[in-house]
């Protein structure tokens, strides 16, 4: 997630493109891969800070796809499977809420108060 232009810039989301997945269909701009990016975004901070080895980031082939059709329901698919309820929305709820609790800095680093970045 480290700019190869500028190596004190990391990036992720809809902002990037991974220069070795350019070529392919994967990863789209899809929301999942940038909740997936921010941990290792957040721990390659804090060891290009430190001058430490930085983690590769290596996306995921393909992922689940849940849309909210605005009325308490939402349309799934994965692997060209569709599905589609209220159930569904409760799954994208429960998964979405999952996803904000990796951005809790006390989840992100197991020694979060020691990194110095409280």
């Known amino acids: 997630m480290q700019s190869t232009s500028h190596s004190n810039v990391f990036a992720g989301g809809d902002c990037n493109t991974i220069e070795e997945y350019q070529d392919k269909s ?14 290792f975004i957040a721990k390659n901070l804090v060891s290009y800070i430190n001058r430490e ?48 609790n990796m951005f809790d800095p006390n989840l992100i680093f197991k020694n979060y108060n020691e990194k110095g970045t409280e």
Do not use: H
Not at 26 to 39: C, I, S
Not at 79 to 93: E, T
């Open 26 to 39: 994967y990863p789209t701009k899809a929301g999942v891969y940038a909740v997936r990016e921010g941990p």
């Open 53 to 100: 080895p930085l983690t590769e980031y290596i996306p995921q082939r393909s992922f689940l796809s849940l849309m909210m059709t605005g009325d308490g329901y939402c349309i799934g698919s994965k692997y060209g499977i569709c599905f589609y309820g209220k159930w569904v929305w409760k799954l994208k709820d429960y998964i979405d809420k999952s996803f904000m």
